[in-house]
């Protein structure tokens, strides 16, 4: 299990693509659970992240976390999420889980690609995602009612989903979804940009090579490269890496093993970066 937790010193840079801020804001105030979807690398965790700071960052009865971050994987339990007993020389000790503890402490809890989490895993979030906003745990025979400020939300891409690991409609129903995609070129263009440090002419071609990138994805050929992993390029631009290396490197490798569809990728990206 992986858990990360946010600072809000600084406020994380995202740039609206429609009414997702909006649609968000609502549904806190409303304390509807919230289900983002979308590809790989389309600024959903970084949503999370900035909206964690809208609602929290000038409150000064905020939780000390106010944003709990789970990568969910095969081998993520309940129990990771709840907590378990842990054995010490003194004697047995309960942990709380992060799910525990964003429910006690009114934090927002992320969990990322959930499908790819357990099937336990989702029955437990059933009673906190319905009027009565409870956690049940069963090791310590007892119920937690949710903090007033205690939102979940949930991700997952649907693209990469197989009939095993796609949501039950009976998860499903509890949450309002919020769909996401890539960003127009434009925008896209800023967000590379401002996140690589990387000048704006190199940062539009970036955004056009991931562009046309992204429509072999849709032939069937590759995944479509996030903005992430154009990020990642135009941060090597900066350091110096030639462009055409930086996207061998940084861009080819990542989307394909394929010699074929390397060879492919390579050709779209000369004709952006001929040198």
């Known amino acids: 299990m992986t858990s990360t937790r946010l600072s809000h010193a600084v406020e994380p840079f995202y740039l609206p693509v429609r009414d997702e801020v909006e649609l968000f804001s609502a549904a806190y105030e409303q304390r509807i659970p919230v289900l983002l979807k979308g590809p790989t690398g389309s600024g959903k965790t970084r949503f999370v992240e900035h909206m964690a700071w809208r609602l929290f960052g000038d409150r000064p009865d905020a939780p000390a976390e106010p ?3 789970v990568s969910c994987h095969d081998d993520l339990t309940s129990a990771d999420l709840v907590g378990r007993y842990l054995l010490s020389g003194e004697g047995t000790t309960w942990l709380d889980g992060p799910l525990t503890k964003a429910v006690r402490s009114g934090a927002l809890c992320y969990l990322d690609e959930v499908v790819e989490a357990r099937k336990d895993t989702t029955v437990i979030l059933h009673a906190l995602t ?3 906003r ?3 745990i069963e090791r ?3 119920t937690i009612q949710a903090h007033d400020d205690f939102l979940l939300v949930i991700s997952y891409n649907p693209g990469y989903q197989v009939a095993t690991k796609d949501l039950k409609p009976s998860t499903r129903q509890r949450f309002m979804a919020i769909e996401f ?3 127009a070129s434009d925008l896209e263009t800023q967000i590379i940009a401002h996140e690589a440090d990387l000048d704006e002419t190199r940062a539009g071609q970036l955004a056009f090579l991931g562009e046309q990138l992204r429509r072999l994805g849709e032939a069937g050929v590759i995944d479509g490269p996030g903005t992430r992993l154009l990020v990642h ?3 090597l631009m900066v350091k110096g890496i ?3 290396r930086a996207c061998e490197v940084g861009l080819v490798q990542a989307l394909s093993d394929d010699s074929d569809v390397q060879r492919a990728i ?3 990206v000369s004709a952006i970066f001929p040198e």
């Open 67 to 69: 944003l709990v971050t």
């Open 130 to 132: 319905d009027h009565r």
């Open 134 to 136: 409870m956690l049940p």
């Open 140 to 142: 310590l025979g007892t």
């Open 181 to 183: 995609d890539y960003p």
């Open 233 to 235: 390029v135009g941060e």
């Open 242 to 244: 030639a462009p055409r």
């Open 266 to 268: 390579v050709d779209v």
